[in-house]
């Protein structure tokens, strides 16, 4: 049995110990905002706050989230205001979005820690994840508006 | 009907239960489409709604096709809204069930593909609003007793004089009338919606982890399954020992099913891991050596013999004979794999009710009725919830309807009514076929003794994607498959003499409709020998095309907007120690018309950045500009891919890449800038999911050669080669 804090919530969940974050998030708890895309940290769908930094939830193992605040696309914000997400909604980003928690989550996290980045740090910062649909100009351009709007 | 137990599920999954009330606009499909269902055993009774009028004011617009990403939930809810004379901030929208009365009017089946779902819907959505509009206008009359001439409707009001009612507070009385025979649309001078960049209606919960995919949908008690499914094509399970399987906590059952063998478990992760755990042994299908180095030496061998002729104009050969100049080229392009960020997923739940199947796809008729066989049950016992797609690009409208077949046979090993999910993970995905094909194309054009274009023969070699699919007979016809020289056979400068072949290779390798199908490697051959062309007549590759598009009005438009954006003539900005070049290519696919300029850097050592894309597009008639500039912006990355690295490689039969760090797609790093023009046109709406595609790699590869001198002909690029 592992006890983690979800968004705030505190779970007790009944999983093999191997279990990584990412399908504990979703085939226990059913907070499915949080996506599978690869497996194997290559894509970035997964990525969640672990203490406010990124990670990749399907190569997290459960166990190691423990004791950790948990933050995930449904636990961003209580109303989908949060600058970030107000940014992308203003510009239009998604396509058919099924990346877009992971890409939210990043910029978010890289807002954190760099409130005013240029487009070479959002390149850097946000290469790991990745858009089919390309929505890549848009995402970089709403991380520009997010950051303008946080300043003010 | 069973809920999903996911918390962040949508409202759309309650299908009828908010149907109390309100009025229901529906069309009866025309005879020619019904007959066409006929033949597919389809029942024609239907509930035939496009739009339902809550007594609130909402406005719920029922879509008939497949989003997946191409924003067709928000445009055709704005056809609607359009002719409604609707309130915006009032329209939602849900997916259809599966009914003939959500047919694509010209396939007569459900289907989302083609870049087809504005231009079959246009005047049927935009009808569907006029027709509501028309009812409302006539309720609101009666209720005043004045004649409906005097009212008129305006942002979900009817109004006449002082008077006014919501059509929410019309709605029950509008469906007591009969629905007018007859509609007038809107003229394009009172236009409030149509050809606005309205947001799209799907992006808050897109935002927010709300949005449900296949892959979010949870059933009480549901299991998941994995599919351990042959490593070469053709191939078939022997034998398999599922004792390691079985041994893995949570693993619920292992189960042979026709395409391999099912680990059905509590939850992915243990279904994952029993597969790792399963031992099957594998019987070879014929051919399971192949090889993609192989493949190229026997496609060579076969471009060397004629091909089954799609067009023949003049006589070729002899002109090539007494070419004053003349360019013989082969063109390599290999196997693709669509890899959408969401991997297929199935949800059935198979019982004595019937079969229920929650998934994303863009093919429910075909799907439905694969389902139906598979389950030994009619058509009508099977639903399907068509949820969000997390991209399709082609795989979602499975040929053999695969991944929807397979997990019904999933649900039947299983047995006992319990609902499963067949999951793929990543490397099925990239493993698992259906790929766009390999091709190879050998090409010869020249110019006679005046320097004017004079011959050109073109043989393109590979499997023929139609065969083994729905529209097979249709497509492919006196050995021709269409789609394997489409964007060559009506190429807008083919001189007097011209002739094209499909030269067919049948290999076990299962093959499938990638975006923009045929288009995807025509265009990037037919637009860079157009640039041989222009150089062997001696001009400019855009001087070369205004002469040819003379009698082509729409590329000739197309193009001059993105020479003109483009600063097509000016001396590029030069940066220190890199070659930097400008291409242009024009193609048109699905009916619409597009234009791209690409502007490259190349490094020293040939490794390349694409700086800039300019791409002009005449889709006729505008429904959202934005989403039209979001595909150009999407096709262009998703064409850009293959360019720079994508691609498949097959060894001993087995295909080589497995996620995404063999299997490379574009990464933001590598996107281009690009800047979107569309044409202001009256003309017919077309598509636009995939034409901004096609013209990407050959504009890219002329602009390699203008900043490097190099021909390029084999697609990914190798940039070794373009060293200085």
């Not at chain 1, 110990?17 to 708890?29: F, G």
């Not at chain 2, 054009?445 to 070699?461: E, F, L, N, T």
């Not at chain 2, 791409?615 to 500009?625: F, L």
Request: glycine share 10%; hydrophobic share 40%.
């Amino acid at each position: 049995m592992l006890e983690l804090k979800v968004n705030g919530a505190t779970h007790q969940v009944d999983v093999a110990e191997d279990t990584p974050l990412l399908w504990v998030l979703r085939d226990h708890l059913q907070l499915t905002g949080t996506k599978y895309g690869c497996g194997e940290s290559l894509c970035g769908a997964c990525v969640v706050h672990l203490d406010g930094q990124p990670s990749r939830a399907c190569t997290t193992p459960a166990v190691a989230a423990t004791g950790r605040e948990i933050t995930t696309i449904e636990g961003l914000s209580e109303k989908g205001d949060h600058p970030v997400q107000k940014a992308w909604i203003e510009l239009d980003a998604p396509q058919c979005g099924y990346c877009q928690s992971g890409q939210i989550m990043s910029a978010v996290a890289l807002l954190n820690r760099n409130p005013k980045p240029t487009d070479a740090d959002i390149d850097n910062a946000m290469n790991g994840v990745i858009c089919r649909c390309g929505a890549y100009n848009r995402i970089r351009a709403a991380i520009h508006r997010a950051a303008e709007s946080m300043e003010g | 009907m069973d809920q999903p137990i996911n918390p962040s599920r949508r409202s759309f999954l309650k299908g009828s239960a908010v149907l109390a009330g309100g009025l229901i606009i529906g069309f009866h499909i025309p005879e020619k489409t019904r007959a066409a269902d006929a033949a597919g055993s389809e029942q024609t009774f239907a509930p035939n709604a496009f739009l339902r009028i809550a007594p609130d004011d909402r406005i719920t617009v029922i879509v008939k096709h497949a989003e997946m990403g191409q924003g067709v939930a928000t445009s055709l809810p704005m056809l609607v809204a359009e002719d409604l004379e609707a309130d915006w901030q009032k329209i939602g929208f849900e997916f259809s069930p599966v009914d003939p009365a959500y047919n694509h009017t010209v396939f007569g089946i459900m289907l989302t593909g083609g870049s087809t779902s504005i231009a079959n819907s246009y005047e049927q959505m935009r009808k569907a609003g006029a027709t509501a509009r028309v009812m409302l206008t006539e309720a609101a009359a009666d209720t005043w007793g004045v004649d409906a001439s005097e009212c008129s409707a305006r942002e979900g009001r009817v109004h006449h004089g002082d008077n006014s009612l919501s059509f929410g507070e019309l709605a029950d009385k509008a469906a007591q009338l009969p629905p007018p025979a007859e509609v007038a649309l809107k003229p394009k001078a009172e236009w409030r919606i149509l050809g606005k960049p309205l947001t799209r209606l799907d992006t808050p919960a897109k935002t927010n982890g709300s949005s449900t995919f296949g892959a979010d949908i949870y059933l009480e008690g549901m299991l998941t399954a994995v599919v351990a499914r042959p490593p070469l094509f053709g191939g078939r399970v022997k034998s398999f020992d599922p004792a390691g399987a079985q041994r893995v906590e949570g693993v619920v059952k292992v189960a042979e099913v026709p395409n391999g063998v099912a680990v059905i478990a509590k939850d992915f992760w243990a279904a994952q891991k029993g597969r790792k755990a399963l031992q099957v042994e594998w019987q070879a299908g014929p051919e399971s050596d192949i090889s993609s180095s192989g493949l190229e030496k026997l496609f060579r061998e076969k471009a060397q013999e004629s091909g089954n002729l799609a067009k023949k104009a003049g006589d070729v050969e002899q002109a090539l004979k007494t070419a004053a100049k003349s360019v013989e080229a082969e063109y390599l392009v290999p196997y693709l794999a669509h890899a959408p960020m969401e991997p297929l997923n199935c949800v059935v739940k198979l019982d004595e009710q019937g079969c229920e199947i929650w998934t994303g796809t863009q093919s429910q008729t075909l799907d439905r009725k694969a389902a139906a066989e598979v389950a030994g049950l009619a058509p009508e016992q099977v639903q399907i919830h068509t949820q969000m797609l997390g991209g399709g690009f082609g795989r979602r409208a499975s040929k053999t309807n695969d991944f929807v077949r397979e997990a019904v046979a999933v649900a039947k090993a299983l047995g006992d009514g319990t609902p499963v999910k067949t999951f793929w993970d990543r490397t099925d995905d990239i493993r698992g076929g259906y790929y766009r094909p390999m091709y190879l194309h050998k090409v010869h054009i020249g110019v006679d003794d005046k320097g004017q274009p004079s011959a050109w023969h073109h043989r393109v070699v590979g499997q023929q994607l139609m065969k083994g699919g729905p529209f097979e007979d249709a497509m492919i016809q006196d050995g021709v498959d269409a789609t394997s020289v489409e964007g060559i056979t009506d190429l807008p400068y083919a001189p007097a003499n011209f002739q094209v072949e499909d030269q067919p290779v049948e290999l076990p390798v299962t093959t499938l409709w990638w975006r923009s199908v045929g288009h995807s490697h025509t265009a990037f051959v037919t637009e860079t020998m157009a640039d041989e062309m222009a150089a062997l007549a001696g001009k400019d590759p855009a001087d070369y095309r205004r002469d040819a598009f003379q009698d082509h009005p729409r590329h000739l438009g197309v193009m001059q907007q993105v020479l003109k954006d483009a600063g097509w003539g000016k001396p590029l900005e030069q940066k220190g120690g890199v070659r930097r070049g400008r291409g242009l290519a024009v193609h048109k696919s699905f009916e619409s018309y597009c234009a791209e300029v690409a502007e490259v850097s190349v490094q020293a050592d040939g490794s390349f950045r694409v700086d800039q894309v300019y791409c002009a597009i005449d889709c006729g008639k505008i429904v959202n500009p934005d989403t039209i500039r979001a595909q150009m912006e999407s096709a262009i990355a998703y064409g850009l891919a293959p360019v720079l690295k994508s691609r498949l490689t097959l060894q001993n039969g087995r295909v080589q890449e497995s996620n995404f760090h063999d299997y490379e797609v574009l990464r933001m790093q590598e996107m281009p800038a690009v800047a979107v023009s569309i044409i202001d046109s009256d003309e017919k709406a077309t598509g636009v999911g995939e034409p901004g595609l096609p013209p990407l790699a050959p504009a890219v590869c002329n602009a390699l050669y203008a900043a490097t001198g190099k021909r390029v002909r084999t697609l990914p690029v190798d940039s070794g080669r373009l060293a200085s």
